[in-house]
């Protein structure tokens, strides 16, 4: 079992920034790959971002590009999402995820879920 456990979410008016943290508890952290999916109001939830197990390759969805940031402190078993130039659009409730033996970019893939966090950003 892992436990995921998110902070950092809030409001901010757009163009600001955010980062969010995920703390992970249970199984060896490091062994896992890692990631980030968002809930906007009224849709479901999607692909934001991942990292593999070692951190050395991230993958984005298309509108966060250049944006938003995930990296990963294995020592301290956290992950983390810097979302900068923030987006009225961007507002959600963001979710933080694991997954045994490679990244996840939908629902059905992830083995862990956070309990999530909301941002909101306001034009």
């Known amino acids: 079992q892992v436990q995921l456990v998110e902070s950092g979410g809030g409001s901010v008016q757009a163009g600001g920034s955010l980062r969010l943290s995920c703390a992970a508890s249970?199984?060896?952290?490091?062994?896992?790959?890692m990631g980030w999916f968002r809930q906007p109001p009224g849709k479901e939830r999607e692909f934001v971002a991942a990292?593999?197990?070692?951190?050395?390759?991230?993958y984005y969805e298309d509108s966060v590009k250049g944006r938003f940031t995930i990296s990963r402190d294995n020592a301290k078993n956290t992950v983390y999402l810097q979302m900068n130039s923030l987006k009225p659009e961007d507002t959600a409730v963001y979710y933080c995820?694991?997954?045994?033996?490679?990244?996840?970019?939908?629902?059905?893939?992830?083995?862990?879920w956070g309990q999530g966090t909301q941002v909101t950003v306001s034009s």
């Open positions: 995820v694991a997954k045994w033996g490679g990244i996840a970019t939908t629902e059905s893939e992830v083995h862990y």
């Open positions: 249970g199984r060896t952290f490091s062994s896992y790959d």
């Open positions: 990292i593999s197990w070692f951190g050395g390759t991230t």
